[in-house]
């Protein structure tokens, strides 16, 4: 018989301590590099830009940051290798005028090797896709697309992709360049105000749809601001991350700090209490709770116990009640119970990530749940690793 043993929340056997780190995070960061994931290159080993990859070494860093433990770092440098050449040209699968935010999300990469080991062709990378923002095009209040192929459209996703590289590369590079950091402060401002429910909203949860399209010319765009219909959660996910990270790069003295701060006061407690009341996580589309083919998804649930904790520990976000902390706890433990799996190599398995969520086509409800997840998306174990080093803090 096993021995079974309490920590915290959590219940393990012997064999599964003996089987795998006592830190999730290094379970989860270990596995996914024992597979080649965020390696900069895709599954045929070919050169490839990816938010997922940025996503992943953001969480590799922090590790490496809280460790010491080198092979992060060199996990990191060599992925950014593989899509940069020695002269700092980006390759692989980037091109400028596509205009597309998802590459920049590994910019922060990009700067932070530079600030490590001052080799300049990582600061010429960044910059080449900071040149990228001064032509990228824009709806007429200023908001950038996200990609060039959908005008006129802001989409929750590409304020993770876009603003937390400009905000770096402006706190590294040009601290003093309060026309960006303004900029910054609109793209948050812009998203929010087009997309946030009003309390006049079918299932309204007071959170934000997935975008809007300023010129209502979509098949999805509202009569009012041009937003799409639902609330989808790995949206939502990827702006509440890049508001607690952009927290920690943008100037406290700047007007933008405090209108972001503001945004995330806001959306943390109703981010709390839109989770579900019995399993503690969140739908997939959070604007219809319980409805047949909805479940619970995995990626958005981490991103979400990432932030909330981030927020609550940096003190962002006031929890006098233990309430939203509380929250996310029940939540970590419904993932640890239900997404993730031990594999017989001492690897783990993350589930129930679906694979990809866009506005393309209808945005509707049956639109997202006609997708389908995947074992090991990226997307979902690297904010796992987050959501985990968020936990081991407590």
């Known amino acids: ?144 697309w996200h990609k060039l192929i959908y005008p006129n459209q802001g989409w929750l996703d590409g304020i993770y992709m876009g603003e937390v590289f400009y905000a770096q590369y402006t706190k590294t590079f040009q601290p003093e360049n309060e026309t960006a950091w303004a900029d910054i402060t609109q793209q948050f401002t812009l998203m929010f105000e087009n997309t946030i429910q009003n309390s006049t909203a079918p299932n309204n949860t007071g959170l934000l749809y997935h975008g809007y399209d300023f010129s209502h010319k979509t098949i999805w765009a509202s009569p009012d601001r041009g937003h799409s219909p639902e609330v989808w959660d790995r949206a939502l996910g990827w702006y509440s991350m890049a508001l607690v990270d952009v927290l920690d790069v943008i100037p406290q003295s700047n007007p933008g700090y405090g209108r972001i701060l503001s945004i995330l006061k806001t959306l943390v407690p109703r981010i709390r209490d839109a989770g579900d009341p019995e399993s503690g996580v969140w739908w997939l589309v959070i604007t219809q709770p319980g409805r047949v083919k909805n479940y619970f998804e995995s990626s958005a649930g981490a991103m979400f116990v990432y932030s909330m904790l981030k927020a609550v520990r940096l003190g962002h976000v006031g929890d006098p009640d233990g309430s939203i902390v509380k929250s996310a706890k029940k939540a970590y433990e419904y993932m640890v119970n239900n997404w993730v799996v031990p594999n017989p190599d001492g690897t783990m398995n993350w589930l129930n990530t679906v694979i990809v969520g866009s506005l393309d086509t209808t945005g509707d409800f049956n639109y997202y749940v006609s997708q389908t997840t995947d074992v090991n998306d990226l997307k979902g174990l690297a904010a796992f690793v987050l959501a985990s080093l968020e936990m081991e803090k407590l």
């Open 1 to 144: 018989m096993l021995l079974a043993i309490s920590l915290g929340f959590l219940t393990l056997t012997a064999a599964d301590v003996v089987a795998r780190p006592q830190s999730y995070a290094i379970w989860a960061a270990d596995s996914g590099i024992s597979r080649g994931q965020g390696n900069g290159l895709d599954a045929n080993g070919n050169a490839i830009v990816s938010y997922e990859h940025g996503e992943f070494q953001f969480g590799l860093r922090q590790l490496f940051e809280k460790t010491g433990n080198t092979t992060y770092f060199d996990y990191i440098q060599k992925g950014i290798d593989n899509i940069v050449f020695s002269n700092g040209t980006v390759h692989g699968s980037y091109n400028v005028g596509d205009y597309v935010l998802d590459p920049l999300r590994t910019g922060p990469t990009m700067i932070y090797l530079y600030e490590q080991t001052g080799l300049a062709k990582y600061k010429t990378a960044a910059g080449i896709f900071r040149g990228q923002l001064n032509s990228h095009p824009r709806t007429a209040q200023g908001q950038f």
